[in-house]
Structures are given as structure tokens and as C-alpha cells.
């Protein structure tokens, strides 16, 4: 049997069913062949922006294992690509596939800066750390467009409120004026994604994302800038890149990173069928080896949902990717320190600047 076509510059190769719809529209095969020897182009792959209006934009995390009390996330869905991305499922709750509708039918919420000052002006609100891409890139393609992520950062900046960012993509320098604003009262840190040095890797893994090295030069500048840099060096995929932890950690502390953090990949709802299909056709000739190694880190199975383990892993490959975690923080990061942010700020410009009105 002849491998099926790939599907250039996307991670998923198709689109799942969504587990909340009683009806599926699907594309033949057969129907999917006819177009191509006529010519005609069976659906478009061009990225489409849709915009929702959501009544607020603030999320509490209550899982006890993310890291984070409260995130928010301009942007649904996210055309980076990234094959493993866990967000993927979280597309469905908006009737859409976590396949290939999550690369190209991002979902925008214009209204999130002024959703974002309404909930920390609020007279009950304490401040806490909020995460900028708590489920998808704040930085993705879409923002260079609708430039809404500045205008939350404009926002935390207004308002003396400490914020976190997550993202791997090098558009965040474009923002470098007012993250430097912010740290300047250590009201900002930033989580910067890696997830391996083989371009080739990335590109396969994460086809619309930024290039390593734009990424490794975020981490430098913002450095040079005293911006707060955690790496994330996740997931961690044996049999892809979880050899490179080692490596991956000396380079990005030798580029100015604080700390970095990692995580097992995991391949929950239908993130197992979309990644099973894409390494079948991306790496055929190791895709059973990989597949068998995320099995032995979660207990025999892809799917993993058990707090504190899920993100973790266990067994013997987990294990060995922990040891190397270990002895890289001991190598490149052992006098280094990550930063709090300041929380104080923001209940004083609450108690003294809004008082006024």
C-alpha cells in the first residue's frame, strides 16, 4: 500500500471526528483522488480568522500540575502547526476538528483587551500572575495581523499587573519596548519554546513556527534586555528528540536562559489518532518504535490523564529523560535563579491611582 500524499506546511494530516457532534461530514478518499487528477482543489488550505466574542477572557487554572493560577489566550486554535500540541482538543468544544481546522480556522477575540482591564480593575480582584498562551501561541501569525496580544501587554503595563508568556515564536521582539517597561518594575517574565536543534525536526514537528535560531536570538536579546527567559524544552518525544535534552539545555542557557522546563509528551483525545496518522506518514520507518516508547512512558498507553504523572511520565525511558533533566540543570543552570514577579504593584496603583475615580 502506497503511503497517502502529505500535506505540506501543516502538522495534522486530517481532520478527527469531533467527539461532541452527532453528524460528521467527511471527505472521501475516492472524491479526494477525483480532484486531484482533474486538478481542482478539493477544500482550501488557506488559514481563515474568525472572530467570537467571548464575555470574559481570564481563565482560572485549576489543574493541579500546569504551573499556572491563571491564564488567557487571545487566539483559539493556532496555525504554528505544532503535531503534539495538547490544545488541539480544546478546538472541538467549538465545533471544530483538532486536526487540521485547528491550524486553519483560528479564532479571534478582538475584545480581549478590554476584557482583560475589566476583570483587573475589578474591586475584588487580587492580583495574581496571568499567562499570556496558556492553550495557544499569543504570538502565532494571526497576531502580527491583529497586533492584539500588544494590546493586552499595553494593558498589564497600564494597570501595574505582573503577566507571563509563553511562545516560540520570534515576533515577540517586535514587542521589546514594552516588555522592557514592564520588567523594569518585574511585572514580566517570558517562557520561550525549543523543542529540538535539527531544523529538519522542527520542521516536521512544528511546520509554521519560527526557526531555531530566530528563537535562540529571542532568548539572547531578551537576556541582554535582563527579560526574564524560562526555556521549554517540551515536549519531550523519545525516539525524536528526548536525546537532546543535554544539548538543548547547554544552548539555551549559554544564550542567557534562566531556567527551563520540560514535559513527556502525551497524546490525550485526539491527539493519539492525529499524531499516529502524521508519524506514519512524516516517519514511517520509526513510527512503531515511537509509538511503543510514549507506551512505555505512560503505563502501556498514548493516553494519559492522571494528574501529576500525565505531563511526567513514568517507567524507564521517562525515568532516563528526569536523569538528564537532573544533571542539566547541575551543568548549565546551577547558580541561576528565575525571578518572582511583583504583585504589590498592581494593589497600589489600585488603592492610590484609581481611587480617583
Aim: glycine share 6%; net charge positive; proline share 4%.
Amino acid at each position: 500500500m502506497e503511503p497517502k500524499e502529505f500535506l505540506k506546511g501543516r502538522g495534522a494530516q486530517q481532520n478527527t471526528p469531533n467527539k461532541f457532534l452527532k453528524h460528521v461530514y467527511e471527505m472521501r478518499e475516492d472524491f479526494l483522488e477525483f480532484c486531484r487528477l482533474e486538478g481542482e482543489e478539493a477544500e482550501n488550505n488557506k488559514t481563515q480568522y474568525i472572530p467570537i466574542f467571548p464575555k470574559t477572557i481570564v481563565n482560572k487554572v485549576d489543574s493541579p500540575d500546569v504551573g499556572m493560577g491563571y491564564s488567557m489566550n487571545p487566539y483559539q486554535g493556532c496555525e504554528h502547526g505544532c503535531i503534539y500540541c495538547y490544545a488541539r482538543n480544546a478546538h472541538e468544544y467549538w465545533g471544530y476538528s483538532a486536526g487540521l481546522d485547528f491550524e486553519r480556522k483560528i479564532l479571534v477575540k478582538k475584545a480581549a483587551p478590554e476584557l482583560l482591564a475589566a476583570k483587573i480593575k475589578h474591586k475584588t480582584w487580587k492580583a495574581e500572575t496571568i499567562v499570556l498562551s496558556g492553550n495557544t501561541d499569543c504570538y502565532q501569525p494571526a497576531e502580527k495581523k491583529f497586533e492584539i496580544t500588544r494590546k493586552c501587554l499595553e494593558v498589564f503595563l497600564k494597570y501595574r499587573h505582573p503577566v507571563g508568556i509563553i511562545t516560540k515564536n520570534s515576533l515577540i521582539l517586535r514587542d521589546l519596548d514594552i516588555l522592557k517597561e514592564l520588567n523594569a518594575q518585574q511585572l514580566v517574565g517570558v517562557n520561550i519554546s525549543i523543542t529540538s536543534l535539527s531544523e529538519k525536526t522542527r520542521r516536521k514537528l512544528e511546520p509554521r513556527t519560527a526557526s531555531l535560531q530566530k528563537r535562540l536570538q529571542a532568548i539572547k536579546v531578551l537576556s541582554e534586555n535582563n527579560i526574564p527567559v524560562n526555556a521549554m524544552l517540551a515536549p519531550m518525544i523519545p525516539g525524536i528528540n528526548s536525546h537532546e535534552l543535554l544539548k538543548l539545555a547547554k544552548t539555551v542557557s549559554e544564550y542567557g536562559a534562566l531556567s527551563f522546563g520540560f514535559t513527556v509528551v502525551r497524546l490525550n483525545g485526539a491527539i493519539g489518532q492525529i499524531f499516529t496518522d502524521w508519524i506514519k506518514r512524516a516517519m514511517p520507518d520509526r513510527a512503531e518504535k515511537v509509538l511503543h516508547l510514549i507506551q512505555d512512558c505512560h503505563g502501556g498507553t498514548i493516553n494519559d490523564s492522571r494528574f501529576e504523572i500525565r505531563s511526567r511520565g513514568e517507567g524507564k525511558i521517562a525515568s532516563q529523560i528526569h536523569d538528564m533533566a537532573k544533571l542539566a540543570k547541575q551543568l548549565y543552570f546551577k547558580d541561576k535563579v528565575f525571578p518572582y514577579l511583583n504583585h504589590d504593584l498592581h494593589e497600589q496603583y489600585k488603592n492610590g491611582q484609581m481611587r480617583l475615580f
